[in-house]
Each structure stands twice: as C-alpha cells, then as structure tokens.
C-alpha cells in the first residue's frame, strides 16, 4: 500500500536506535527513548494551509529530526510510520 500525504503532512518512518548502550548494557524497550530521527518516506503538495502558502522543504531520502510528540503513529503493511506535519519536523540531517 502506498500513503500519499494531502496538504503539508509528510510520512516519516523512525530510525531505530541500538538497543545496547556503549559499555554493553542492554535496554529494555520501556527505558528506550522514543526516537526523533527519521527518514522521510513520502511528502504532500503543500499549497495553502491555514490562509498561508506552504511550499515543502523536505523529499523522500532524507533524514530528519522531528519534534517528541509530533504526529499520529500508524501501521501501514506491517510498519510503524508516522505522519506529522512540515512545522513539526525541527532539521535535515545530512
């Protein structure tokens, strides 16, 4: 299934971070932070939004930081992604 985001929403799939701590220590999920970084999977048209014009920033490939608790969480094909809007996402990580 292919998500196609309307207006400044962009689909954003987390990047896992390790589930070992440099000196050795595993974590368990509960004590993990979510992550913030992510790689951009699909973006919208932008356009107007709110009365203002919106022209999109970010493209599939790139990585981004995005803030905390952004976003709406989904599955789509057995994957977690998240669709947040253009405001939320903080930097490109290049």
Known sequence: MQVKPLFDKVVIKAIEKSETTESGIVLPGAAQEKPQLAEV??????????????????????????????????????????????????????
């Not at 493209?59 to 930081?65: M, R």
Request: proline letters at 4%; charged letters at 30%; aromatic letters at 6%.
């Open 41 to 94: 999977v699909a973006v919208g048209p932008g356009g107007m939004v709110d009365g203002k014009e919106v022209v999109m920033q970010v493209k599939p490939g790139d990585k981004v930081l995005y803030s905390k608790y952004a976003g709406s969480e989904f599955k789509v094909d057995g994957e977690e992604v998240v669709i947040v809007r253009q405001a939320d996402i903080l930097a490109i990580v290049e």
